[in-house]
């Protein structure tokens, strides 16, 4: 059992929808982070939160827009997404987000994301 | 630009057999290096962490080492099982928050 819970687990959504990610963690990590997975392929970093800011964007468009209102929970907003953007969205966290902390990520298990 | 490369992509082997994962990257100006397990479908398990200054980890039957001079790592998994399959994932930590991930190397191991 992972300690970084996604929900929901899957989400078909039409390209005019609203919707929302959730992250959650109990652990205490200071560092929580978005990734983007396609099939076949490494997971690509989108965001990451350090004591609750935003601390890296890697030029992701504006249709996501992550939230983090507290330690313990991340958000991702998601609206006017195209059919590209179905992917596996994994959650993660760390107890620091400093550059220099040999600490490593926890994953949760993903919501699997599909575009119509 | 720090680039990850994973060989092989896939590998097949009976069960019982002693098996070596490679990854290689370019900047050895590296934090740690950490090895993940994924099955499919599912988020990323770690497996092990090795930071700049260590050679090597070991967890039970896994075994990584670390050679940052030379950019590279070695994950070694002894007396392979069935379980055992799944993608292996290793991922580096340079300077900033980032992990740069390998594209993986897809394991099977056969009954």
């Known amino acids: 059992d992972t300690e970084v819970t996604q929900t929901p687990k899957h989400l078909v ?7 929302s990610l959730k992250c959650e963690q109990h652990m205490g990590h200071r560092a929580m982070y978005w990734y983007k997975q396609k099939a076949k392929k490494p997971p690509e970093l989108m965001f990451v939160y350090s004591y609750e800011k935003l601390s890296i964007n890697e030029s992701v468009p504006s249709r996501f827009s992550p939230e983090c209102p507290n330690s313990s929970l991340l958000n991702l907003h998601l609206h006017a997404l195209q059919p590209e953007d179905s992917a596996l969205y994994l959650c993660a966290s760390s107890p620091t987000g400093a550059v220099d902390s040999n600490q490593p990520q926890h994953f949760g298990d993903g919501t699997r994301l599909s575009i119509l | 630009k720090q680039e990850v490369t994973q060989i092989p992509a896939a590998l097949s082997v009976p069960e019982g057999e002693n098996l070596v994962l490679n990854c290689s990257f370019t900047d050895s100006a590296i934090y740690n290096l950490q090895w993940f397990r994924q099955d ?32 590279r790592s070695t994950l070694y998994i002894a007396a392979s099982q069935p379980g055992d399959s799944a993608t292996y994932l290793c991922a580096v930590k340079g300077g900033s928050e980032k992990l740069v991930f390998g594209k993986g190397t897809k394991l099977t191991v056969n009954p």
């Open chain 1, 13 to 19: 959504m039409g390209m005019t929808n609203k919707k």
């Open chain 2, 40 to 71: 499919p479908g599912k988020g990323l398990t770690s497996l092990l962490l090795i930071q700049s200054s260590q050679r090597e980890q070991t967890s039970g039957r896994l075994n990584a080492s670390l050679d940052k001079s030379s950019g």
